[in-house]
DNA sequence: TTAATATGTGTTATTCTGACGCAATGTAAT
DNA sequence: ATTACATTGCGTCAGAATAACACATATTAA
C-alpha cells in the first residue's frame, strides 16, 4: 500500500486520509482495533487513503475489510479532522529514511492531511488480528487501556466513542457487536461499558425488551456459572426498522 | 477568491472543500442563504477552498463570515461528502472558457472534491444579504422553496436539515437563530418549522420552560394581533450547560 | 447443607406525556 | 357598543414511562 502510493501518488486523493475506530466487544470490555507500524513506536488507528475513483464511503469500507477481513459491517462516519498541525512532522526526514521513501516523493506525505473518521461496530469473535498479512501488527486493545496513539488518533477515538454514546440513544445498539445470540445481560454490559455506568437489571430488561428488536429464544446459555441466562438474538426486521425510524421522538 | 485560487494552487488544500448551509428564521420560515455564481443558472450553497495553513474549523468560519458578515456564531460540521462523481463535469471546458480559466489551470478543478459540510444558525435580522460586495447574487430562500442546487448540494441540505432535526432532542436550539427577545409561541413556531409537523402549545410551554433555559421579561410584545404574548429571553448560563450536558440522558 | 452469586419476574411511587377545557386579551365585523 | 373570532396563558387528567426496590429461582463453591 505505502509503495503504491509512493509511486503512484495520482492514484490518491493527495491531504485526504480515513481513520477507522473498529469496536468490538469481549470479556465485558469495549475493544479497538489498534495496529502499530513497523519503525513506529506508538499505535494508531486503521487507516488508508482514498482512491481518485473510489468513494469515500467505498474506501472506508475496503480499509475495513482489508483489516478485519469482514464486509457489509455497520459503518459509520462520525467527523472530519483537519487541524493544521495534525500530522505536522509525522514523516520528518528521519522517518522517510527508515520507510526508504525518497525525499522528493516524502513530500506528498507531508501536506497537512485532512482525516475521515469512521466507526465500525464488529463481532469480535469473528475477527482475528492477523499481523502476518500486512506486516504491521494488529491487536484489540480495551478502550480504557489505549496507550499514546499517533497524531491526534486519541481525539479520533474519543470523539468516535462520544458519537457511539449518543446513537445509543437514538438507535439501537449490539446487532453487528455480538454473536448472533447472546444474553439480556451480556447486551446490558455491553450498553454499560459503552456509557461507562451502572444501569439496573430490571429497567433494563423492560426498557431494552420494549423496542420490540429482541426474539426471546427457547433456549438457555449453557456451561455458565450460576443460573443459565436465556438466550435472545434480533429481529433483524424490527431492528432495521428501529435503525431507520429512530428510537425517541423528543419532540 | 476565484482568481486568487487559479493562480495560486498551492495555497489551497487540492480536492478539498467546504460548504455551509447557513440557516435563518423568518416569517415563520426556516431560510437557507443561497448564492448564484456569475454565468451559472443554479443556485448552490456558499462554499469555499481550505487555506493549508488554516484548520477546517477556521476555515468554515471565515466563509461564514465572509457570506454573513458575522463571527461567533453556532457553526457545526455535520457531514463529509465524497461521491466520485459529485463533482464531474462542473467545470467542463465550456464553463472554464467563461469564466477565463485556462485550461492547464482547470484541471486543478477538476480532479473530485471532498467537501465538508458545515450548518450554522445564525439570526435572520442581522444578515442582509450583500451581493454586491461579492459579485455573486446573495439571497435567503425558504427551505421549502429551493430550487435545483448545483452538483449534490441538494443532499447536503437535506442532511443538514436532517441533522438538525436529530439535534433539536440533544440540546436546546434557537439562541442564535432568534433575536435576543422573543415570544413562547415564536419559538414553537421554530422548531415546528424545524420538525416540519405541529406541536401543542400547552405541552410545548410545559416543556420547553422546564429545560431551564427561558428568562420570562417583564414585558410584552406590542403591535402584535391578538393577545399581546410575553417576551421571554434566553438564560445564557443555563443554556451553554444544556448545551454541554445534553438534554435526554435516554439511558 | 449453606452461603454466595446471578437471573427472572413483579410492585409501587413518581414523573413525563398527550389530549383537551376554559378564561383572558386583543382585533375585526356588524 | 356588541358580537364573533383568533391567540395567549394557565390548568386538568388519564395513561405511559421511569426509578427504586422486593422476592423467588437456579447454580456453584465452601
Redesign the pocket.
Known amino acids: 500500500m505505502l509503495q503504491d502510493i509512493i509511486e503512484n501518488n495520482k492514484k490518491y486523493q493527495p491531504g485526504l486520509s480515513i481513520d477507522c475506530v473498529i469496536f468490538g466487544f469481549h470479556d465485558n470490555q469495549l475493544k479497538v482495533l489498534l495496529i502499530k507500524v513497523k519503525h513506529s513506536k506508538k499505535w494508531s488507528l486503521p487507516g488508508g487513503f482514498i482512491p481518485v475513483d473510489q468513494d469515500i464511503d467505498t474506501a472506508a469500507a475496503t480499509i475495513l475489510n482489508h483489516r478485519t477481513g469482514v464486509e457489509g459491517i455497520f459503518l459509520r462516519q462520525f467527523a472530519t479532522f483537519g487541524k493544521t498541525k495534525r500530522n505536522e512532522n509525522h514523516f520528518d526526514k528521519e522517518t522517510l529514511e527508515k520507510l526508504n521513501i525518497p525525499e522528493e516523493k516524502g513530500t506528498w506525505f507531508n501536506q497537512r492531511f485532512v482525516t475521515i473518521g469512521y466507526y465500525a461496530l464488529v463481532d469480535f469473535l469473528q475477527i482475528v488480528p492477523d499481523s502476518a498479512n500486512t506486516h504491521d501488527i494488529v491487536e484489540w486493545i480495551d478502550h480504557k487501556e489505549v496507550p499514546e496513539l499517533i497524531l491526534d488518533h486519541k481525539e479520533i477515538l474519543e470523539k468516535a466513542l462520544d458519537c457511539l454514546r449518543t446513537e445509543l440513544n437514538l438507535m439501537p445498539v449490539g446487532y453487528t457487536l455480538l454473536p448472533e445470540k447472546f ?3 451480556e447486551l446490558q454490559k455491553l450498553y454499560e461499558t459503552i456509557l461507562d455506568k451502572k444501569l ?4 433494563f ?3 431494552i425488551t420494549n423496542i420490540g428488536i429482541l426474539k426471546k429464544l427457547d433456549e438457555k446459555k449453557n456451561n455458565v ?6 438466550l435472545y438474538s434480533f429481529d433483524k426486521d424490527k431492528y432495521e426498522e428501529v435503525l431507520k425510524n429512530g428510537l425517541n ?1 423528543g419532540w
Do not use: S, V
Not at 439496573?200 to 429497567?203: K, V
Open positions: 444474553t439480556i445481560p439496573d437489571r430490571r429497567n430488561l423492560r426498557k456459572a450460576h443460573k443459565a441466562p436465556n421522538q
